[in-house]
């Protein structure tokens, strides 16, 4: 399952890592690393983890349950600390280099920083150290953030080209809704009827439940990387998952999107939407650049460069890509032909408000 990756990202969630009386589980990592030392070879793992927040509240003396985001934002400060020192003593007893690295939703979606993103990833990987990541609570507010480690795991997973990632939960994988609650082996396409199964439960520490895992599974599927979800609570849960065959593995399209169109594709939010009638959209399905004549309205406020959504009248998500126009210009030139966009507005500009370039269809 694991012997043509060489790059695997493996997700856990505070429940695995941290019990019930808010210690972080030492033996638990133990098993994990034994894991990690058994597919070792020639692969590049990557553990992104949540926890920060959960072992700050037991440091902190803190059982209060919901929380204002400035205070969270501090007890994930103080938490932070303890959860890499705890992951650095634990893999350095095991011969094992660990590095932090904190994102912040931007740093992901915009294109630059996530390329710096990248290029962080890959000089650990050649210093032979394990990036530890985490998103970084204490300055992410409700309108910045991810949210959830799942969909975090992904975005990493999508940036450095992962083959795999592997979340741990507390659940074995993906039930069916039927009344045997049988565990769904596979899953090539996720559309309504997966996202029906989500049973909307959270634990006492995780920020997300199935739903936000099957969103990470759908960056995953595009950006042609295999996902398992399977059951962290036992140890060992890798060699667990592998030898028991006890998972649900989300198969990714065999995808000719090259890096640019992955990350495009990927984004976790959109600065606005473009609406276009039918002759616009029969142009996108062919492989053309949006112009400005099939653009009958926008929503949302961005600038040149941000990721947007292409919609038609119905709402219906036909593309995601980057404006070459800000909303306000967008508002100015809707409808009109590309010969007298110059004149009005005044200066030069391009001819495509989203070049087939920076376009991915949905």
Request: aromatic share 6%.
């Amino acid at each position: 399952m694991l012997e043509n990756s060489k790059k695997i990202v493996i997700k856990l969630g505070s429940s695995t890592i941290v019990d019930s009386k808010g210690h972080f589980k030492n033996e638990w990592i133990k098993s994990l690393i034994k894991d990690i030392k058994t597919y070792k070879k020639n692969k590049n793992f990557v553990i992104v983890s949540s926890g920060a927040i959960a072992l700050g509240q037991k440091y902190l003396r803190i059982k209060k349950k919901k929380l204002k985001i400035e205070m969270s934002q501090a007890i994930a400060a103080v938490g932070q600390i303890h959860l890499a020192g705890e992951f650095q003593k634990v893999f350095e007893k095991n011969s094992f280099k660990t590095g932090q690295i904190l994102i912040s939703l931007d740093d992901t979606e915009q294109r630059r920083r996530a390329l710096n993103v990248k290029r962080t990833f890959e000089n650990l990987f050649k210093l032979n150290a394990i990036p530890i990541v985490n998103e970084n609570d204490t300055t992410a507010t409700s309108e910045i953030k991810y949210g959830d480690n799942d969909r975090l795991a992904a975005r990493v997973a999508q940036i450095i080209g992962a083959d795999t990632l592997i979340i741990l939960s507390d659940v074995d994988g993906l039930y069916d809704n039927t009344k045997k609650k049988k565990l769904i082996k596979e899953v090539k396409i996720i559309d309504k009827n997966i996202y029906s199964l989500s049973d909307k439960k959270i634990n006492s520490y995780g920020s997300g439940g199935i739903e936000t895992k099957l969103d990470a599974a759908k960056i995953c599927i595009n950006s042609g990387c295999k996902m398992y979800l399977a059951n962290g609570k036992v140890k060992n849960p890798i060699k667990n998952m592998i030898k028991n065959k006890i998972f649900t593995c989300f198969i990714p399209k065999l995808s000719t999107l090259d890096a640019r169109k992955k990350w495009i594709i990927s984004s976790l939010n959109s600065s606005g939407k473009i609406y276009i009638d039918m002759g616009a959209a029969k142009a996108l399905a062919n492989g053309k650049s949006l112009l400005a004549a099939g653009i009958t309205n926008v929503s949302g406020k961005f600038n040149k460069g941000e990721n947007i959504l292409i919609v038609d009248q119905d709402d219906n998500h036909l593309a995601r890509g980057l404006s070459s126009f800000s909303s306000i210009e967008i508002n100015k030139i809707k409808g009109m032909q590309s010969s007298i966009l110059e004149k009005t507005l005044g200066y030069s500009t391009k001819s495509e408000v989203v070049h087939k370039d920076d376009m991915v269809k949905l």
